[in-house]
């Protein structure tokens, strides 16, 4: 089955303003409704989504290396506020006029971020990670996660560093084969997925752990914004058959109560994959919201 995880389009990297690089992929039409992807965890620009919808559905998407990932250089202490700062240099370089975004998995709280920022017009998550360190997951977090939140909570600095030691390629690629759901091994295992997916995490740890460490600390702490203060669409997408401990505990129904403009779209049949499997809906949803003004 063709899941959409075709070759970019375009490549590149731009420049900000203290001088360090941040790349991106682009698929679909160049004058295109741009469509911002924040990747899961430790997947670089080159693992994008809707290959044989973009086209049709008039998008540009926009993948991006988070700092320290892939193509992007490093920035230690990075946040979720500077991510955003980062995206806002972007937009106006690339000429991104009225951008959406995307965040699927880890990425969720980078594309709500963008949100929070007023970077963005709508924004679509995919099985997306919840605010895990906040006070309503106390009692509802798988130990191995809740250990993970504690840590940050803690010691922030000790916790990465713990993060850096055990994250690899191959690491992450056993824990997601080991945790997903039957529904989801069937789209992860498919030869072209794999080797999609292979090639984007090899990518993404190029420069070593210390992105994904990084990128984890930021999953498990406080996020910097408030939800509620998001004045956009958000549309909220999981799998009921998602069994990934580090997606929403609740498949997204305490974010769906929180931001005001949310709504929630929970798939029976779907899994924690469905970025992949349920691409237009997700792209068209998403469209929908601005083209309707």
């Excluded at 997925?193 to 090899?202: G, I, K, N």
Aim: charged share 15%.
């Amino acid at each position: 089955m063709d899941y959409g995880v075709w070759e970019p389009a375009r490549l590149g990297q731009i420049q900000l303003p203290d001088g360090r690089l941040l790349g991106w992929a682009e698929w679909g039409p160049a004058d295109g409704t741009p469509v911002l992807l924040c990747p899961g965890a430790a997947t670089s620009r080159w693992l994008g989504f809707g290959g044989g919808v973009v086209d049709s559905a008039g998008v540009r998407l926009v993948s991006v290396d988070r700092p320290g990932l892939g193509a992007s250089d490093p920035a230690p202490g990075r946040t979720l506020t500077s991510w955003a700062i980062d995206i806002r240099h972007l937009i106006q370089v690339r000429a991104l006029q009225a951008p959406l975004a995307v965040g699927f998995s880890q990425g969720a709280p980078f594309a709500l971020a963008l949100a929070a920022n007023g970077l963005v017009n709508a924004v679509a998550v995919a099985s997306g990670s919840d605010e895990l360190a906040h006070p309503r997951f106390a009692h509802s977090l798988n130990p191995q996660v809740k250990d993970m939140v504690d840590a940050v909570a803690a010691d922030p600095g000790a916790a990465e560093a713990s993060f850096a030691g055990f994250g690899s390629a191959d690491t992450l690629w056993d824990l997601i084969i080991t945790t997903s759901p039957e529904a989801d091994r069937v789209v992860y295992t498919d030869p072209v997925f794999q080797h999609a997916f292979r090639h984007a995490v090899d990518e993404a740890f190029s420069q070593g752990p210390a992105g994904y460490a990084r990128d984890t600390v930021l999953a498990m702490g406080r996020w910097p914004f408030d939800p509620a203060s998001i004045a956009v669409p958000v549309d909220l997408w999981y799998g009921q058959q998602d069994t990934s401990p580090v997606h929403s505990p609740d498949l997204g129904e305490s974010l769906a109560q929180i931001i005001p403009t949310a709504t929630r779209h929970l798939l029976p049949a779907a899994a924690g994959s469905l970025l992949w499997t349920h691409a237009e809906a997700i792209l068209r949803t998403l469209l929908a919201h601005v083209r309707r003004r």
